[in-house]
Nanobody, 124 residues
Framework: QVQLVESGGGLVQAGDSLRLSCAAS????????MGWFRQAPGKERDFVAA????????RYADSVKGRFSISRDNAKNTVYLQMNNLNPEDTAVYYC?????????????????WGQGTQVTVST
């Protein structure tokens, strides 16, 4: 079992930056690919970004490419999502997820563990 706890969300203005963190505990963090998803009110939970076990590979949704950056620190059991140039369309609850398969999947069904989420709200 892996427990995931997100932090770093908040209320910001358009154009601002935020860095989300996801701390993992339980089984060996470096065994898991990690991803970030987000869910806006009334919408599906969508893929945002993913990073492979060794940080050798990353994947991003088209909507965040060039603005968001995912990274991980296996020594600290933590994955990060740096979000720059935020806009109101980025408003959502952001979830961290872990996948026993090591590749950077954009599909929710490939992720075995989920955090509780952290709210990000971007105002105009």
């Amino acid at each position: 079992q892996v427990q995931l706890v997100e932090s770093g969300g908040g209320l910001v203005q358009a154009g601002d930056s935020l860095r989300l963190s996801c701390a993992a505990s339980g089984r060996t963090f470096s065994n898991y690919a990690m991803g970030w998803f987000r869910q806006a009110p009334g919408k599906e939970r969508d893929f945002v970004a993913a990073v492979s076990r060794d940080s050798g590979s990353t994947r991003y949704a088209d909507s965040v490419k060039g603005r968001f950056s995912i990274s991980r620190d296996n020594a600290k059991n933590t994955v990060y999502l740096q979000m720059n140039n935020l806009n109101p369309e980025d408003t959502a609850v952001y979830y961290c997820a872990g996948a026993t398969r090591g590749w950077t999947s954009p599909f929710r069904s490939n992720y075995n563990y989920w955090g509780q989420g952290t709210q990000v709200t971007v105002s105009t």
